[in-house]
Protein backbone atom coordinates (compact mmCIF):
# COMPACT_ATOMS: atom_id res chain seq x y z
CA UNK A 1 0.00 0.00 0.00
CA UNK A 2 1.23 3.50 -0.76
CA UNK A 3 1.65 6.35 1.20
CA UNK A 4 1.27 10.01 -0.65
CA UNK A 5 1.97 12.91 -0.06
CA UNK A 6 0.78 15.74 -2.25
CA UNK A 7 2.08 19.59 -2.65
CA UNK A 8 -0.21 22.57 -2.58
CA UNK A 9 -3.26 23.85 -1.18
CA UNK A 10 -6.19 24.92 -3.73
CA UNK A 11 -9.15 23.32 -5.71
CA UNK A 12 -6.51 20.52 -7.74
CA UNK A 13 -4.85 19.34 -4.75
CA UNK A 14 -8.20 18.67 -3.03
CA UNK A 15 -9.13 16.98 -6.11
CA UNK A 16 -6.11 15.16 -6.29
CA UNK A 17 -5.86 13.73 -3.03
CA UNK A 18 -9.39 12.98 -2.82
CA UNK A 19 -8.99 10.34 -6.04
CA UNK A 20 -5.78 9.56 -4.54
CA UNK A 21 -7.17 8.62 -1.11
CA UNK A 22 -9.75 6.55 -2.75
CA UNK A 23 -7.31 4.35 -4.52
CA UNK A 24 -7.49 0.65 -3.71
CA UNK A 25 -3.39 0.99 -3.57
CA UNK A 26 -3.28 3.54 -0.98
CA UNK A 27 -3.25 3.55 3.02
CA UNK A 28 -2.89 7.15 3.47
CA UNK A 29 -2.59 10.65 2.29
CA UNK A 30 -0.74 13.63 3.26
CA UNK A 31 -1.65 17.56 2.35
CA UNK A 32 1.10 20.27 2.19
CA UNK A 33 -0.62 22.48 3.23
CA UNK A 34 -4.01 21.48 1.81
CA UNK A 35 -7.19 23.62 3.37
CA UNK A 36 -9.79 23.04 5.09
CA UNK A 37 -11.57 20.78 2.44
CA UNK A 38 -8.68 18.45 2.80
CA UNK A 39 -8.51 18.16 6.44
CA UNK A 40 -12.51 16.79 6.37
CA UNK A 41 -11.56 14.11 3.94
CA UNK A 42 -11.30 10.73 5.59
CA UNK A 43 -7.89 9.15 4.40
CA UNK A 44 -6.37 12.33 4.30
CA UNK A 45 -4.02 14.79 6.77
CA UNK A 46 -2.83 18.19 6.22
CA UNK A 47 1.00 18.58 7.07
CA UNK A 48 2.81 21.96 7.82
CA UNK A 49 5.73 22.00 5.93
CA UNK A 50 7.25 24.16 4.37
CA UNK A 51 7.34 23.05 0.55
CA UNK A 52 9.86 25.80 -0.80
CA UNK A 53 12.32 23.82 1.89
CA UNK A 54 13.22 20.85 -0.52
CA UNK A 55 15.33 19.07 2.56
CA UNK A 56 12.17 19.23 4.63
CA UNK A 57 10.38 17.93 2.11
CA UNK A 58 12.24 15.03 1.74
CA UNK A 59 12.83 15.12 6.02
CA UNK A 60 9.01 14.46 6.07
CA UNK A 61 8.63 11.58 3.20
CA UNK A 62 11.43 9.56 4.93
CA UNK A 63 10.02 9.68 8.58
CA UNK A 64 6.37 9.03 7.07
CA UNK A 65 7.53 6.03 4.41
CA UNK A 66 5.82 8.35 2.03
CA UNK A 67 6.56 6.37 -1.29
CA UNK A 68 4.98 8.96 -3.86
CA UNK A 69 5.16 12.39 -4.08
CA UNK A 70 2.61 14.34 -6.51
CA UNK A 71 3.06 17.83 -7.04
CA UNK A 72 0.29 19.86 -7.78
CA UNK A 73 1.37 23.82 -8.11
CA UNK A 74 3.38 25.35 -11.11
CA UNK A 75 6.32 27.02 -8.87
CA UNK A 76 7.52 24.12 -7.06
CA UNK A 77 8.27 21.98 -9.89
CA UNK A 78 10.09 25.70 -11.77
CA UNK A 79 11.83 25.39 -8.31
CA UNK A 80 13.42 22.13 -8.65
CA UNK A 81 11.30 19.88 -6.60
CA UNK A 82 11.11 16.85 -8.51
CA UNK A 83 14.99 16.95 -9.26
CA UNK A 84 15.45 17.08 -5.83
CA UNK A 85 13.06 14.77 -4.63
CA UNK A 86 14.50 12.27 -7.08
CA UNK A 87 18.14 12.44 -6.10
CA UNK A 88 16.69 11.70 -2.61
CA UNK A 89 15.38 8.67 -4.48
CA UNK A 90 11.73 9.56 -3.29
CA UNK A 91 9.33 8.87 -6.24
CA UNK A 92 7.93 12.78 -7.41
CA UNK A 93 5.56 13.17 -10.10
CA UNK A 94 6.02 16.07 -12.25
CA UNK A 95 8.82 17.75 -14.77
CA UNK A 96 12.16 18.52 -13.93
CA UNK A 97 12.90 21.94 -13.38
CA UNK A 98 14.34 22.14 -16.74
CA UNK A 99 11.05 20.71 -18.52
CA UNK A 100 9.18 22.62 -16.86
CA UNK A 101 9.90 25.91 -18.35
CA UNK A 102 7.38 25.03 -20.78
CA UNK A 103 5.34 27.05 -18.19
CA UNK A 104 7.76 28.61 -16.64
CA UNK A 105 8.62 31.15 -19.25
CA UNK A 106 6.17 32.18 -22.12
CA UNK A 107 9.32 32.58 -24.27
CA UNK A 108 10.83 29.17 -23.91
CA UNK A 109 7.37 27.61 -24.82
CA UNK A 110 6.76 29.94 -28.14
CA UNK A 111 10.69 29.51 -28.99
CA UNK A 112 9.96 25.66 -28.75
CA UNK A 113 6.79 25.55 -30.51
CA UNK A 114 8.35 27.38 -33.44
CA UNK A 115 11.44 25.20 -32.97
CA UNK A 116 9.73 22.29 -33.08
CA UNK A 117 6.85 23.20 -35.50
CA UNK A 118 4.25 22.83 -33.38
CA UNK A 119 1.46 25.32 -34.70
CA UNK A 120 1.13 28.37 -32.40
CA UNK A 121 0.20 32.11 -32.97
CA UNK A 122 2.09 34.46 -34.27
CA UNK A 123 4.04 36.31 -31.82
CA UNK A 124 6.94 38.76 -30.77
CA UNK A 125 9.24 39.02 -27.83
CA UNK A 126 10.19 41.79 -26.07
CA UNK A 127 12.10 43.53 -22.95
CA UNK A 128 11.57 46.90 -24.12
CA UNK A 129 8.60 49.43 -24.49
CA UNK A 130 9.77 50.94 -27.43
CA UNK A 131 10.45 47.92 -28.81
CA UNK A 132 6.96 46.48 -27.95
CA UNK A 133 5.35 49.90 -28.94
CA UNK A 134 6.67 49.85 -32.70
CA UNK A 135 5.40 45.70 -33.29
CA UNK A 136 1.92 46.27 -32.80
CA UNK A 137 1.74 49.58 -34.91
CA UNK A 138 0.39 47.80 -37.55
CA UNK A 139 -1.07 44.53 -35.77
CA UNK A 140 -4.84 43.46 -36.12
CA UNK A 141 -6.89 44.07 -32.63
CA UNK A 142 -7.44 42.74 -30.69
CA UNK A 143 -4.16 41.16 -29.42
CA UNK A 144 -2.92 38.84 -26.41
CA UNK A 145 -0.02 40.47 -24.58
CA UNK A 146 1.51 38.13 -21.72
CA UNK A 147 4.00 38.36 -18.74
CA UNK A 148 6.82 35.40 -19.52
CA UNK A 149 7.29 34.02 -15.96
CA UNK A 150 4.43 32.47 -13.82
CA UNK A 151 1.91 35.20 -12.74
CA UNK A 152 -0.26 33.27 -10.80
CA UNK A 153 -2.74 32.43 -14.36
CA UNK A 154 -3.38 36.17 -14.23
CA UNK A 155 -0.39 37.41 -16.44
CA UNK A 156 -2.42 37.23 -19.96
CA UNK A 157 -4.44 41.11 -21.08
CA UNK A 158 -6.50 40.66 -24.33
CA UNK A 159 -5.92 44.77 -25.63
CA UNK A 160 -8.82 45.25 -27.40
CA UNK A 161 -7.29 48.79 -29.23
CA UNK A 162 -3.85 50.31 -29.72
CA UNK A 163 -4.53 52.75 -26.30
CA UNK A 164 -5.05 49.54 -24.73
CA UNK A 165 -1.96 47.86 -25.82
CA UNK A 166 -0.03 50.09 -25.10
CA UNK A 167 -1.10 50.98 -21.62
CA UNK A 168 -0.75 47.49 -21.30
CA UNK A 169 2.99 47.44 -22.40
CA UNK A 170 3.93 49.93 -19.79
CA UNK A 171 2.10 48.86 -16.96
CA UNK A 172 4.05 45.00 -17.13
CA UNK A 173 7.26 46.59 -18.53
CA UNK A 174 7.84 49.71 -16.59
CA UNK A 175 5.08 49.66 -13.93
CA UNK A 176 5.90 46.43 -12.67
CA UNK A 177 2.51 45.03 -12.79
CA UNK A 178 3.55 41.61 -12.51
CA UNK A 179 6.54 42.00 -11.24
CA UNK A 180 9.87 39.75 -12.29
CA UNK A 181 7.52 37.89 -14.39
CA UNK A 182 6.92 40.59 -16.83
CA UNK A 183 9.76 41.96 -17.31
CA UNK A 184 9.89 39.95 -20.72
CA UNK A 185 6.30 39.68 -22.69
CA UNK A 186 5.11 38.06 -25.43
CA UNK A 187 2.95 39.49 -27.91
CA UNK A 188 0.94 37.31 -30.08
CA UNK A 189 -1.93 36.95 -32.77
CA UNK A 190 -5.76 36.89 -31.36
CA UNK A 191 -6.45 33.32 -32.07
CA UNK A 192 -10.68 32.89 -32.78
CA UNK A 193 -12.29 29.59 -32.06
CA UNK A 194 -13.20 27.34 -29.23
CA UNK A 195 -10.91 26.31 -26.42
CA UNK A 196 -10.15 23.00 -25.14
CA UNK A 197 -7.83 21.67 -21.99
CA UNK A 198 -6.20 18.67 -23.62
CA UNK A 199 -3.78 17.14 -20.72
CA UNK A 200 -1.85 14.61 -20.47
CA UNK A 201 0.44 11.74 -18.30
CA UNK A 202 3.84 11.95 -20.10
CA UNK A 203 7.05 9.33 -18.84
CA UNK A 204 8.96 11.03 -20.87
CA UNK A 205 7.94 8.85 -23.82
CA UNK A 206 4.42 6.85 -24.05
CA UNK A 207 1.57 9.23 -22.62
CA UNK A 208 -1.88 8.52 -21.66
CA UNK A 209 -4.73 10.89 -22.12
CA UNK A 210 -6.80 12.39 -20.04
CA UNK A 211 -10.71 12.72 -20.60
CA UNK A 212 -11.19 16.63 -22.93
CA UNK A 213 -12.23 19.28 -20.48
CA UNK A 214 -13.14 22.91 -20.85
CA UNK A 215 -12.72 25.18 -18.60
CA UNK A 216 -14.15 29.28 -18.41
CA UNK A 217 -11.37 31.67 -17.81
CA UNK A 218 -13.21 34.97 -18.14
CA UNK A 219 -15.13 36.18 -15.25
CA UNK A 220 -18.29 36.91 -16.23
CA UNK A 221 -21.40 35.33 -17.83
CA UNK A 222 -21.11 34.44 -21.68
CA UNK A 223 -16.98 34.61 -21.50
CA UNK A 224 -16.72 38.15 -20.98
CA UNK A 225 -14.91 40.21 -18.61
CA UNK A 226 -11.62 39.85 -17.24
CA UNK A 227 -9.75 36.50 -17.20
CA UNK A 228 -9.12 34.59 -14.43
CA UNK A 229 -7.79 30.96 -13.25
CA UNK A 230 -11.14 29.87 -14.10
CA UNK A 231 -14.77 30.32 -12.91
CA UNK A 232 -15.59 26.63 -14.03
CA UNK A 233 -15.23 23.33 -16.20
CA UNK A 234 -16.94 20.57 -17.56
CA UNK A 235 -15.92 17.03 -19.59
CA UNK A 236 -15.82 15.48 -21.76
CA UNK A 237 -15.76 18.70 -24.12
CA UNK A 238 -17.52 17.86 -27.11
CA UNK A 239 -15.56 20.49 -29.14
CA UNK A 240 -12.96 17.86 -29.14
CA UNK A 241 -14.04 14.86 -31.53
CA UNK A 242 -12.65 11.82 -32.51
CA UNK A 243 -10.84 13.51 -35.31
CA UNK A 244 -9.73 16.52 -33.22
CA UNK A 245 -8.28 14.46 -30.68
CA UNK A 246 -6.35 12.53 -33.21
CA UNK A 247 -5.03 15.29 -35.24
CA UNK A 248 -3.88 16.94 -31.92
CA UNK A 249 -1.94 13.61 -30.79
CA UNK A 250 -0.03 13.66 -34.24
CA UNK A 251 0.47 17.69 -34.31
CA UNK A 252 0.70 18.25 -30.37
CA UNK A 253 1.17 15.72 -28.25
CA UNK A 254 3.36 13.79 -29.98
CA UNK A 255 6.06 16.30 -31.41
CA UNK A 256 6.15 18.07 -28.03
CA UNK A 257 6.99 15.26 -25.80
CA UNK A 258 9.76 13.93 -28.84
CA UNK A 259 10.99 17.84 -28.86
CA UNK A 260 11.34 17.43 -25.01
CA UNK A 261 13.50 14.61 -25.18
CA UNK A 262 15.50 15.36 -28.28
CA UNK A 263 16.34 18.76 -26.68
CA UNK A 264 17.35 16.38 -23.26
CA UNK A 265 14.24 17.63 -21.08
CA UNK A 266 12.38 14.13 -21.35
CA UNK A 267 8.75 15.11 -19.50
CA UNK A 268 7.58 13.43 -17.14
CA UNK A 269 4.17 14.47 -15.64
CA UNK A 270 0.85 15.91 -16.48
CA UNK A 271 1.34 18.25 -19.76
CA UNK A 272 -1.23 20.14 -20.23
CA UNK A 273 -2.03 22.21 -23.41
CA UNK A 274 -3.92 24.81 -23.92
CA UNK A 275 -5.65 24.91 -27.29
CA UNK A 276 -7.79 26.94 -29.93
CA UNK A 277 -9.93 24.93 -32.09
CA UNK A 278 -10.84 26.88 -35.11
CA UNK A 279 -13.79 26.19 -37.71
CA UNK A 280 -12.12 23.79 -39.51
CA UNK A 281 -10.99 21.33 -36.46
CA UNK A 282 -7.67 22.89 -36.76
CA UNK A 283 -5.70 23.52 -33.20
CA UNK A 284 -3.08 25.78 -32.25
CA UNK A 285 -1.58 26.05 -28.91
CA UNK A 286 -2.57 28.67 -26.83
CA UNK A 287 -0.43 28.04 -23.88
CA UNK A 288 1.33 24.45 -22.01
CA UNK A 289 1.12 23.94 -18.24
CA UNK A 290 3.08 21.60 -16.60
CA UNK A 291 0.70 20.48 -13.74
CA UNK A 292 -3.02 19.93 -13.79
CA UNK A 293 -4.85 22.49 -14.45
CA UNK A 294 -7.30 23.82 -11.83
CA UNK A 295 -10.77 24.00 -12.19
CA UNK A 296 -10.74 21.33 -14.91
CA UNK A 297 -9.06 18.97 -12.06
CA UNK A 298 -12.30 18.79 -10.27
CA UNK A 299 -14.24 17.12 -12.76
CA UNK A 300 -12.21 15.31 -14.70
CA UNK A 301 -10.77 13.40 -10.98
CA UNK A 302 -14.88 12.69 -10.50
CA UNK A 303 -14.82 10.76 -13.70
CA UNK A 304 -11.07 8.91 -13.21
CA UNK A 305 -11.96 5.44 -12.26
CA UNK A 306 -8.42 4.03 -12.04
CA UNK A 307 -5.72 4.36 -9.38
CA UNK A 308 -4.17 7.32 -9.52
CA UNK A 309 -1.20 6.19 -7.53
CA UNK A 310 -0.63 3.34 -9.99
CA UNK A 311 -0.39 5.62 -12.81
CA UNK A 312 2.30 8.33 -11.18
CA UNK A 313 4.61 5.48 -10.35
CA UNK A 314 4.08 4.38 -13.69
CA UNK A 315 4.82 7.57 -15.31
CA UNK A 316 7.81 7.70 -13.32
CA UNK A 317 9.54 4.20 -13.68
CA UNK A 318 8.84 4.82 -17.66
CA UNK A 319 6.19 2.41 -17.63
CA UNK A 320 2.80 4.09 -19.09
CA UNK A 321 2.74 2.04 -22.06
CA UNK A 322 1.79 -0.98 -19.79
CA UNK A 323 -0.92 0.88 -18.27
CA UNK A 324 -4.18 1.91 -19.51
CA UNK A 325 -7.18 4.26 -18.37
CA UNK A 326 -10.46 3.91 -16.81
CA UNK A 327 -13.35 6.64 -17.05
CA UNK A 328 -16.87 7.23 -16.06
CA UNK A 329 -19.01 7.82 -19.43
CA UNK A 330 -21.32 10.73 -17.46
CA UNK A 331 -20.90 14.14 -18.09
CA UNK A 332 -19.12 15.99 -15.07
CA UNK A 333 -19.59 19.74 -14.75
CA UNK A 334 -17.88 22.38 -11.76
CA UNK A 335 -18.81 25.56 -10.64
CA UNK A 336 -16.34 28.14 -9.18
CA UNK A 337 -17.56 29.99 -6.45
CA UNK A 338 -15.35 32.94 -5.61
CA UNK A 339 -15.00 35.97 -3.30
CA UNK A 340 -16.69 39.07 -5.11
CA UNK A 341 -13.82 41.08 -5.97
CA UNK A 342 -11.76 38.38 -7.84
CA UNK A 343 -9.16 38.32 -9.55
CA UNK A 344 -8.66 41.60 -8.10
CA UNK A 345 -9.33 42.67 -4.50
CA UNK A 346 -10.18 39.56 -2.42
CA UNK A 347 -12.47 39.91 0.90
CA UNK A 348 -11.73 36.71 3.53
CA UNK A 349 -12.34 35.29 7.03
CA UNK A 350 -16.41 35.00 5.64
CA UNK A 351 -18.14 32.16 7.44
CA UNK A 352 -19.23 29.44 4.87
CA UNK A 353 -22.65 28.31 5.29
CA UNK A 354 -24.86 25.49 3.84
CA UNK A 355 -22.23 23.20 2.80
CA UNK A 356 -24.15 20.27 4.83
CA UNK A 357 -27.40 21.50 2.29
CA UNK A 358 -25.61 20.39 -0.74
CA UNK A 359 -27.45 17.24 -2.43
CA UNK A 360 -26.24 13.68 -1.88
CA UNK A 361 -23.77 13.19 -4.81
CA UNK A 362 -23.13 16.66 -5.37
CA UNK A 363 -18.94 16.79 -4.26
CA UNK A 364 -17.61 20.19 -2.97
CA UNK A 365 -13.81 20.54 -3.66
CA UNK A 366 -12.32 23.76 -1.52
CA UNK A 367 -10.08 25.61 -2.30
CA UNK A 368 -9.56 29.24 -0.90
CA UNK A 369 -10.73 28.09 2.56
CA UNK A 370 -9.45 27.92 6.43
CA UNK A 371 -10.63 26.50 9.17
CA UNK A 372 -11.04 28.98 12.43
CA UNK A 373 -12.89 28.43 15.81
CA UNK A 374 -15.19 25.46 14.64
CA UNK A 375 -15.87 27.39 11.33
CA UNK A 376 -15.54 27.17 7.59
CA UNK A 377 -14.11 30.31 6.33
CA UNK A 378 -12.82 32.02 2.94
CA UNK A 379 -9.41 32.59 2.12
CA UNK A 380 -9.98 34.31 -0.99
CA UNK A 381 -9.67 34.37 -4.35
CA UNK A 382 -11.76 31.71 -5.87
CA UNK A 383 -13.21 29.69 -2.68
CA UNK A 384 -15.21 26.47 -3.64
CA UNK A 385 -15.97 24.34 -6.78
CA UNK A 386 -18.90 22.23 -6.79
CA UNK A 387 -18.96 19.46 -9.24
CA UNK A 388 -21.81 16.66 -10.41
CA UNK A 389 -22.26 14.14 -12.72
CA UNK A 390 -24.75 12.58 -14.62
CA UNK A 391 -25.46 10.97 -17.97
CA UNK A 392 -26.41 13.82 -19.65
CA UNK A 393 -24.38 17.60 -19.17
CA UNK A 394 -27.52 19.68 -18.90
CA UNK A 395 -28.61 17.92 -16.06
CA UNK A 396 -25.13 17.81 -14.34
CA UNK A 397 -25.05 21.35 -15.01
CA UNK A 398 -28.10 21.75 -12.93
CA UNK A 399 -27.71 19.18 -10.10
CA UNK A 400 -23.91 21.49 -9.64
CA UNK A 401 -26.01 24.99 -9.28
CA UNK A 402 -28.41 23.39 -6.53
CA UNK A 403 -25.40 22.37 -4.82
CA UNK A 404 -23.96 26.16 -5.43
CA UNK A 405 -27.63 27.86 -4.49
CA UNK A 406 -27.49 25.70 -1.19
CA UNK A 407 -24.12 27.53 -0.24
CA UNK A 408 -23.40 30.82 0.98
CA UNK A 409 -21.20 33.55 2.79
CA UNK A 410 -22.36 36.71 1.75
CA UNK A 411 -19.51 38.07 -0.69
CA UNK A 412 -19.75 34.94 -2.93
CA UNK A 413 -20.01 35.31 -7.00
CA UNK A 414 -20.33 32.69 -9.18
CA UNK A 415 -21.29 32.61 -12.57
CA UNK A 416 -25.10 30.69 -13.98
CA UNK A 417 -23.81 29.53 -17.23
CA UNK A 418 -20.82 27.20 -16.79
CA UNK A 419 -21.06 24.42 -20.08
CA UNK A 420 -23.47 26.95 -21.93
CA UNK A 421 -21.22 26.54 -25.02
CA UNK A 422 -22.21 22.41 -25.02
CA UNK A 423 -25.63 22.99 -24.18
CA UNK A 424 -27.93 22.86 -26.40
Not at 25 to 54: F, K
Amino acid sequence: MNTVLVIGSGGREHALAWRLAQSSTVSQVYVAPGNAGTAAEPGIDNVVLDVSNHQAVIDFCRLQNVNLVVVGPEQPLVDGMVDDLSAAHIPCFGPTAAAAQLEGSKAFAKQFLEKHNIPTAAYGEFITVSDAKAYIQDKAFPIVIKADGLAAGKGVIIAENLAHAEATVEDMLEANAFGDAGSRIIIEEFLVGEEASYIVMADGENFLAMATSQDHKARDNGDVGPNTGGMGAYSPAPVVTAEIDEKVVETVIKPTLAGMAKDGMPFTGFLYAGLMIDGQGNAKVLEFNVRFGDPETQPIMTRLQSNLDQLCLAAIAGELDQHSIEWDERFALGVVMAEKGYPLGNDKDNVIQGMDQVPAGVKVFHAGTAASNGDVVTAGGRVLCICALDEDLKQAQAKAYEGVKAITWGSEYYRTDIGFKAII
